[in-house]
């Protein structure tokens, strides 16, 4: 059995990690990681997470039931497609990956847009 390295305090799960420069939009992970994640939880649903950027830069975190893990993704643009092909794309099966790759994520947008500038 893995220690769990969560403790929850009734709040954003992952309140530690600077998202900035970006606005977060959307929340939903502001659930009991102490709860198992499974498909009859009520708290996990397809859209969890989005946080845009400047340059039309979006980290989305979704959950999907029929794979049973997070999907995080980085886009860029305002056009439906973008979703199809996203330029980064990473799948979590558990909490430790999800946090790891939010971390991941931010730092590869920071760098995205101090190129662009």
Sequence with gaps: MTKNIFTYTGDFLFKSIDFSPGKITSNNLDFNPLLPLNDTNYYLTEDMMQVVYDKNITLDVSW????????????????????????????CKNLKELEATLIEYTEIIRNMLAKVK
């Design 64 to 91: 999907f039931r029929s794979i049973k893990k997070f999907v995080v993704v980085i886009v860029q643009g305002d056009e439906p497609e973008i979703w199809m092909n996203p330029l980064f794309e990473k799948r």
